[in-house]
């Protein structure tokens, strides 16, 4: 009986995982993506001097807010579901991936406060200051797609700890992220 | 992955600025910068991109050969299968 009421929720679970997935990596492409081009159009301002890539980057940088908004809030959603939708999965290996995801958490904040410090900071910084705010950005951005990755690819080929009476122990992240190559390689 | 988001934005960009230069003439100067960086972003990552394609999938199929065989469409065994 469980196990017909598992199957039956089965579908759906997986059918709201994947719009919502769906939807954010749209989004997340282009919050990894668009700081790049907004670092390079402000190079390109304080080497040149010419208005035009300032305007340039300046209009990149408020599409970029929006999209890092709407990319945040399905983001939220997706953290949510893994919880609600796949409770054993979480609650067994929890342990396992919670390190890769709590990384994330970090280089998504940080993203976030420096958004807001190069948004708010156009006149009000330095040129030079405020065109180095742009690199937290883009690291960041770059570290929120490699630490999602690395879950990925653990869920692809799980290893890095042992099964013990159906609990997860001797976990070591290390391992998970650094030897085995199905990380390094889909990662880039 | 990341080169892929790098190449989405970068041809992304460029093309909303090429078409926006099909309408209109209007700020030239400006659309034509803005698609030309679009444009290099894209181009300097499309190479290094088929090569991590290329290395991904070989890792695919080294660890995974059935979600290799189901991405290529292939339900059943084939010749030259490993």
New interface residues.
């Given amino acids: 009986m469980a196990i017909l009421a598992l199957s039956e929720n089965l579908l759906p679970a997986r059918l709201q995982m994947a719009f919502t997935l769906g939807a954010h990596i749209i989004l997340a492409c282009f919050g990894v993506g668009f700081p790049v081009l907004m670092l390079l159009a402000e190079w390109r301002y304080r080497t040149t001097g010419e208005m035009v890539w300032k305007t340039i980057a300046m209009r990149w940088s408020k599409a970029f807010a929006v999209m890092f908004a709407i990319g945040a809030v399905t983001g939220t959603t997706l953290s949510f579901e893994l919880g609600l939708l796949w409770p054993h999965f979480m609650g067994t290996f929890g342990s396992v991936i919670g390190l890769a995801f709590t990384l994330e958490g970090f280089a998504f904040f940080l993203e976030a406060i420096f958004i807001g410090i190069y948004l708010y900071g156009w006149d009000r910084l330095s040129s030079r200051v405020h065109w180095l705010t742009a690199f937290p950005i883009a690291i960041s951005g770059f570290a929120s797609a490699a630490f999602v990755i690395t879950v990925n690819s653990w869920m692809n080929t799980p290893q890095g700890f042992r099964m013990e009476n159906g609990r997860v122990v001797d976990v070591n992240p290390g391992r998970r992220c650094s030897i085995r190559p199905v990380v390094r390689k889909p990662f880039i | ?6 190449v ?3 041809f ?2 460029a093309g909303y600025y090429a078409g926006s230069l099909l309408r209109s003439t209007r700020y030239q ?2 659309k034509i ?2 698609m030309s ?2 444009i ?2 894209g181009v300097v990552c499309i190479p ?1 991109q088929i090569l ?1 394609g290329d ?2 999938a070989k ?2 199929a080294k ?2 050969p059935v ?1 290799l065989a189901a991405m290529e469409g292939l339900y059943d065994t084939t010749a030259g299968r490993r």
């Avoid at chain 2, 992955?1 to 790098?6: E, R, V």
């Fill in positions: 992955m990341i080169l892929a988001a790098y989405v934005t970068g992304c960009v100067d400006y910068r803005a960086l679009g290099w972003l290094l991590s290395w991904a890792v695919v660890t995974q979600k």
